[in-house]
């Protein structure tokens, strides 16, 4: 039996292993890479493997980094099955469709900025190939066994990470053998809102575990409410400006809804209007509440004594563009909530072009800005920014909330892999920077005292 790191190995994006053994190839995970030229020229690779030659595919969770090469793989010959919870199958629908609309929309800027006699590179891949392979889709519940070959058993735990996210165990024959390998996905970190805490595993064979913020510990998320409850009240009541937020469409911008409701409720929350500027965010938001019976205790409690309480917190959703950039004109008392997250892209910029100028107004930024987005920007003290290529002075305050992580940290990464019952034979940490995934496994050889090691991108590692 073989396993092949393909992506996210020295690294946090592309997330993609192929597992082979005599009769039998399928994928865990088909993500994209992210950030940059790089990036993208590895998303245009020819695929290491024979698409047509998979069995099937299982997918941890929605996010475009382990999931967004799946019409390229259906539009190169897959025609296999693709499992994934429930609420997974449900968030890609949105995101595939979302993640072609923006190649295509790429495409044709390439194509219009294109020298004469020179190729414009063609979409990755197109929204009708992102609907083809939504088809192959199928959805499995929590904690179900399925059997996707006759040498293969597989259950989905969830993750903690987002709505749907999980850790996929597998148990593979081969050679009159059983072995069990896990993969973690992205593991959450636990206490957090909307989603339950990662499900501990007893036992492995062969342990594939993420470690993106392997090197560092989160705030604890009483400290981080505090710091919004200080934005907010420093904004809205004594300046009288506006609190813009850029968020993640999936996940951030849920967590971001249930702590404002949560500030309602206990009467910490200034008098504001919450909107959600952003289509894609208020169709996960739905999803979410779809899915309830898999929300933690907390968020399902909010969600009742949301529908049975008439002082209901003042949210908006809203739709249309003209809605959106009539928010503009509010001078004060709003709190808009839009994508993109890092502020590259989306209804976002005209908020921000709006609001940097008002030295009343606030940005609180509540997730990772990658260098060399307009977020980055921003955070670094950037005393002018070029939005719309226009000149825009900053003049908003700017908080930084650290501790809404969707990711485990080094403590709770350490406390999942404690409640294995025996060492697994393997341990590969994954999806983390080189340098943090190095730091990981060497922790966890300090610690555990197992052998935990980092695949080179490209290794195949042949199981014994
Ligand atoms: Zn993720």
């Not at 299982?58 to 980094?65: E, F, P, Q, V």
């Not at 989160?218 to 907010?232: G, M, N, Q, R, S």
């Not at 003042?314 to 509010?330: G, K, N, P, T, Y």
Request: charged share 25%; hydrophobic share 45%; aromatic share 6%.
């Amino acid at each position: 039996m073989k396993l092949t790191f393909l992506g996210a190995a020295g690294e946090v994006t592309g997330s993609c292993f192929l597992v082979e053994a005599p009769g039998l190839r399928f994928l865990v995970d088909c993500g994209m890479f992210q950030g940059g030229r790089e990036a993208d020229a590895k998303n245009a690779q020819p695929f290491a493997f024979d698409p047509r030659a998979l069995d099937f595919v299982l997918i941890t969770h929605a996010h475009i980094d382990h999931s967004g090469l799946l019409p390229r793989l259906a539009a190169e010959g897959f025609r296999g099955p693709i499992y994934a919870t429930e609420a997974t199958a449900d968030l890609l629908a949105v995101m595939l469709l979302d993640a072609a609309h923006i190649q295509e929309k790429e495409a044709e800027w390439r194509e219009r900025g294109r020298r004469r006699r020179e190729a414009a590179a063609p979409p990755l891949y197109t929204v009708i190939e992102a609907q083809a392979c939504l088809a192959q889709l199928k959805p499995v519940a929590y904690d179900a066994e399925v059997a996707p070959h006759p040498s293969v058993r597989c259950r989905f735990r969830d993750a903690g990470h987002i709505l749907g996210s999980a850790i996929v165990e597998a148990r593979v024959t081969a050679g009159g053998q059983t072995r069990r390998l896990v993969f973690s996905g992205d593991l959450g970190q636990p206490g957090r809102p909307i989603v339950r805490d990662p499900t501990p595993v007893a036992e492995a064979d062969v342990l594939v575990v993420e470690s993106t913020y392997g090197n560092r510990l989160h705030k604890p998320l009483d400290e981080t409410l505090d710091e919004l409850v200080a934005a907010l009240d420093e904004t809205i009541v004594k300046r009288r400006g506006n609190v813009v937020i850029p968020a993640f469409a999936v996940g951030r911008t849920q967590d971001l809804l249930y702590l404002l409701a949560d500030l309602h409720r206990s009467h910490r929350l200034p008098p504001v209007q919450v909107y959600v500027d952003s289509p894609m965010a208020t169709k996960a938001t739905a999803i979410t509440i779809r899915h309830a019976d898999i929300l933690d205790a907390p968020t399902r409690a909010q969600l009742d004594w949301l529908r049975t309480n008439p002082a209901q917190p003042r949210f908006s959703f809203v739709q249309d563009v003209e809605e959106s950039m009539a928010l503009d004109r509010v001078r004060h008392g709003a709190v808009i909530i839009a994508a993109s997250g890092m502020c590259d892209g989306g209804r976002i910029r005209h908020h921000l072009a709006a609001n940097l100028p008002r030295p009343e107004s606030s940005i609180v930024f509540t997730g990772f800005q990658a260098q060399g987005t307009l977020g980055r920007r921003i955070v670094d003290g950037a005393r002018e920014v070029r939005i719309f290529g226009e000149d825009i002075p900053v003049r908003a305050r700017v908080h930084t909330i650290g501790g809404l992580s969707a990711h485990a940290d080094q403590a709770a990464l350490l406390g999942w892999l404690r409640k294995f019952r025996a060492p697994p034979r393997q341990t590969f940490v994954v999806h983390g920077e080189a340098a943090t995934a190095d730091l990981f496994a060497q922790t966890v050889r300090e610690q555990l005292g197992w052998g935990a090691t980092v695949p080179a991108r490209g290794a195949t590692i042949t199981l014994p």
